[in-house]
């Protein structure tokens, strides 16, 4: 499936694709008991999500695996909103942007340093 937005000035194009092959490390870690048996009933399934970013003619890539969303694939649009607020997605890619144009790589909560 594939969505697009404008968010601040960044074109979004956004893939969500089932994934078959995800593995977890730690699938206990991971994921509840809940979610388990849910994966196992067929109720919800295991998604990648991949964000293309792109602004004044560059490109970003993002990837987000092992997200569960409904197996009902009709469904995930009306999800992908929370979805994206949930994971963090819009604001990682907006922070990303934001270190790509600064001429600093320091990060957001790094003390100022004197030279």
Do not use: C
């Not at 089932?18 to 919800?44: M, T």
């Not at 890539?61 to 607020?85: A, F, K, M, R, V």
């Amino acid at each position: 499936m594939k969505f697009s937005a404008n968010i601040e000035g960044i074109e979004f194009k956004i893939t969500i694709e089932r994934d078959k092959v995800y593995k977890a490390h730690n699938p206990l870690n991971s994921f509840s008991l809940q979610d388990l048996e849910d994966i196992k009933d067929g109720i919800v399934a295991i998604y990648s999500i991949i964000v293309q970013s792109s602004k004044n003619n560059e490109t970003l890539e993002h990837y987000t695996t092992g997200i569960l969303l409904s197996s009902d694939e009709s469904e995930i649009p009306e999800e992908l909103e929370e979805i994206l607020d949930d994971f963090g997605i819009v604001e990682h890619v907006l922070k990303h942007w934001k270190l790509n144009e600064s001429s600093s790589l320091d990060p957001d909560w790094a003390l100022p340093i004197n030279k």
